[in-house]
C-alpha cells in the first residue's frame, strides 16, 4: 500500500454500487484532502431475507479489522436509518453477511445472514450511540467495537458464520425508506489486515502509515505510508519536518514536499526507536546498537547529521529524554539485571540511578520546565504512568486502570500527557510488541480520566518518541497492517 491510494477516485475502495431495489440511485463521493468519504442512499431496510442500501466496497480474504469515526447527516426520516461496516459474501440482494448496524435513533446492533435468503439475527450492543466503528474477522468470528469519540469500545460478537474467505468489506448506508434519501460522511477509515501467528515483523511484510492527528477534533490523516517497517515519528522544532527510523537509519520526512532524506549518523547505522531532539532544536540525541555485541549506547549528532559523539559507556542504554536546559539525556538502562531510569550529562561521565523499584521502568521525559520526569512502570503489576521530581524523588503513579500503558509525551505548553495503551489482554505488563490493539490517549499532566483520542493497530514504533507538533495542535504517529 501506498499514500496515492488515498488519491484513488474512491480512496482505499475499489468502487460503489446499490444492493437490492433502490428507487433513487446511492452514490458516494471522497473528499482527498481531507481522506473523507460522503455516502448517499435510499433503501427500505438491511434486515429479514434481503437487503436495501448503497454499498462502498473491496474485496478481501482473510482477516481484517476495518475502522471508521462516522456520522448520519441531519435528523432523518426513520429512526431505523442506520450505517456501518458491512462484509458480504456476494452483491446480491439476499447474501449472507456481517454488519455493523449504527441506527440514527441510537440503537447499536451486530447483524448477520449465515446463509443465501436466510432470515437476519442480531445481537445488541449494551452501549447507545456510537461514532467510532470497528468490525473484525476473526476466522468464523466477527466482532463489532464501537465507541463514542473519546471512550474505549464496547464488544460484542457473534460466532460460527462462515461466509467463505473472499468478501465484498466496505461502508454502507441505508435510509430505511424506499423514497427517502439519506447522506452519511465516514473519516478516518482504516483497513487493516493484521499479522499471522507467529509474525516476526523483522521477517514478515508489515506496512506503515504515518499519521497526523488533529488534537483538537481527533480527526487524523495518512501523510505517507510504505509496505515497509518505519517508526517513531519526532517533529523538528521549526515544524517543517518529522524524523523517523526506519531500518537501522534515521530519516527526514519534509511535510511540504513529503520526501524522506537521509540523517548521516556515521558509523551509528543500528539506531532504534529511541531518538529525540533537543529542546534548542539543534541536536539529536540516539540509541543505536554496537557492532561486535548489538548493546545498545546513546549518542549525539548534529540534527542535520555529522559524526556521532558516544556518551553512555554502559550498556544495554535506551534514550528517551533531553532535558530543556540541553544539560542532561534520560534513558532507560539494564543494570544489575532490572530495567531502571538513569540521567547523564550530555558530554557523558557517570550516570546517576533514578528509580529502583523492582520492575521495568521506561520511557523517562521530562515537561518543559524540567521540574518532572513522566515514565511508565510496571512496579504496581500492570504498566502505568508514573512521574517524579527531575532529581528522582516523589515517585508518584498517575495511571490506574485496566490497561498496560506506554511513553508518556508532554505537550509543548506543559498541560497535557498523552500516551500508548496495549487495550485489555493484548500483551503482558512489560512487553510492547508490534502489530497490536492499541488506543493514544489524552490526560492533564496532573492525572486524571484519559480520553481516547485514536483507536488503531500499532503498538512498538508507534509513538516511542516525543511526537508533538511545537505548536502542540498536532501529533504525529505510525499504525500498521500487512501490505494488501
Known amino acids: 500500500m501506498t499514500s496515492s491510494q488515498h488519491n484513488n477516485a474512491f480512496g482505499q475502495f475499489e468502487t460503489h454500487t446499490d444492493v437490492g431495489s433502490l428507487q433513487y440511485p446511492g452514490s458516494c463521493a471522497y473528499d482527498v484532502e481531507q481522506q473523507m468519504y460522503s455516502i448517499v442512499s435510499?433503501?427500505?431496510?438491511?434486515?429479514g431475507n434481503h437487503d436495501d442500501f448503497h454499498f462502498?466496497?473491496?474485496?478481501?480474504?482473510?482477516?481484517?479489522?476495518?475502522?471508521?469515526?462516522?456520522?448520519?447527516?441531519?435528523?432523518?426520516?426513520?429512526?431505523?436509518?442506520?450505517?456501518?461496516?458491512?462484509?458480504?459474501?456476494?452483491?446480491?440482494?439476499?447474501?449472507?453477511?456481517?454488519?455493523?448496524?449504527?441506527?440514527?435513533?441510537?440503537?447499536?446492533?451486530?447483524?448477520?445472514?449465515?446463509?443465501?435468503g436466510a432470515e437476519t439475527e442480531e445481537v445488541r450492543s449494551p452501549l447507545k450511540s456510537a461514532d467510532v466503528i470497528q468490525l473484525e474477522r476473526k476466522g468464523t468470528t466477527y466482532i463489532m467495537s464501537v465507541a463514542r469519540y473519546g471512550e474505549p469500545f464496547v464488544a460484542v460478537q457473534a460466532t460460527d458464520i462462515d461466509l467463505g474467505d473472499e468478501?465484498?468489506?466496505?461502508?454502507?448506508?441505508?435510509?430505511?425508506e424506499e423514497d427517502i434519501v439519506e447522506r452519511a460522511a465516514f473519516r478516518d477509515v482504516r483497513i487493516v489486515v493484521p499479522v499471522k501467528s507467529g509474525f516476526e515483523r523483522g521477517k514478515d511484510p508489515f506496512g506503515s502509515h504515518l499519521e497526523i492527528l488533529e488534537v483538537a477534533s481527533g480527526n487524523r490523516k495518512i501523510i505517507y505510508s510504505a509496505d515497509n517497517v518505519f517508526e517513531a515519528p519526532n517533529w523538528t522544532r521549526d515544524g517543517k519536518a518529522l524524523i523517523y527510523n526506519s531500518n537501522g537509519r534515521l530519516y527526514r520526512f519534509d511535510?511540504?514536499?513529503?520526501?524522506?532524506t537521509l540523517i548521516d549518523t556515521g558509523e551509528e547505522i543500528r539506531n532504534n526507536n529511541d531518538h529525540v531532539i533537543s529542546f534548542d532544536g539543534t541536536m539529536l540525541a540516539i540509541s543505536s546498537h554496537r557492532?561486535?555485541?548489538?548493546?545498545?549506547?546513546?549518542?549525539?549528532?548534529?540534527?542535520?547529521?555529522?559524526a556521532p559523539k558516544r556518551v553512555t559507556t554502559t550498556g544495554p542504554s535506551y534514550l528517551h529524554g533531553w532535558s530543556p536546559d540541553g544539560k542532561y539525556l534520560v534513558y532507560t538502562g539494564l543494570r544489575n539485571g532490572d530495567y531502571d531510569i538513569y540521567r547523564i550529562a550530555v558530554d557523558g561521565g557517570a550516570e546517576t540511578q533514578l528509580t529502583a523499584a523492582i520492575g521495568l521502568d521506561d520511557g523517562p521525559e521530562y515537561t518543559p520546565d524540567g521540574k518532572y520526569i513522566y515514565f511508565n512502570s510496571v512496579r504496581s503489576g500492570r504498566m502505568h504512568i508514573w512521574r517524579m521530581k527531575a532529581d528522582g524523588s516523589d515517585q508518584e503513579q498517575l495511571t490506574?486502570?485496566?490497561?498496560?500503558?506506554?511513553?508518556?509525551?508532554?505537550?509543548?505548553?506543559?498541560?497535557?500527557?498523552?500516551?500508548?495503551?496495549?487495550?485489555?489482554?493484548?500483551?503482558?505488563?512489560?512487553?510492547?510488541?508490534?502489530?497490536k490493539r492499541v488506543y493514544l490517549r489524552l490526560m492533564p499532566l496532573d492525572g486524571g480520566t484519559p480520553k481516547v483520542l485514536a483507536y488503531l493497530y500499532g503498538g512498538q514504533g508507534t509513538i516511542?518518541?516525543?511526537?508533538?507538533?511545537?505548536?502542540?495542535?498536532?501529533?504525529a504517529f505510525v499504525s500498521n497492517t500487512v501490505p494488501h
Not at 42 to 47: D, E, L, S
Not at 107 to 115: G, K, S, V, Y
Not at 291 to 306: F, H
Not at 405 to 430: A, M, Q, R
Open 42 to 47: 435510499a433503501g427500505a431496510n438491511i434486515w
Open 56 to 116: 462502498v466496497w473491496k474485496r478481501m480474504t482473510g482477516d481484517f479489522i476495518v475502522t471508521t469515526r462516522a456520522a448520519l447527516i441531519g435528523e432523518g426520516k426513520n429512526p431505523h436509518r442506520k450505517l456501518g461496516w458491512m462484509a458480504r459474501a456476494t452483491l446480491d440482494t439476499s447474501s449472507p453477511n456481517v454488519c455493523t448496524g449504527i441506527h440514527g435513533d441510537g440503537l447499536l446492533t451486530l447483524q448477520f445472514r449465515r446463509t443465501q
Open 167 to 176: 468478501l465484498y468489506v466496505g461502508l454502507y448506508v441505508c435510509s430505511h
Open 255 to 260: 511535510l511540504t514536499t513529503k520526501v524522506s
Open 291 to 306: 557492532k561486535e555485541d548489538n548493546v545498545s549506547l546513546v549518542y549525539t549528532v548534529p540534527i542535520q547529521g555529522g
Open 400 to 435: 490506574d486502570d485496566e490497561y498496560n500503558n506506554w511513553f508518556p509525551h508532554i505537550s509543548p505548553d506543559g498541560k497535557w500527557v498523552i500516551f500508548l495503551t496495549y487495550l485489555i489482554n493484548e500483551v503482558e505488563p512489560s512487553d510492547h510488541p508490534a502489530a
Open 464 to 475: 516511542n518518541v516525543p511526537s508533538w507538533s511545537p505548536d502542540g495542535k498536532y501529533v
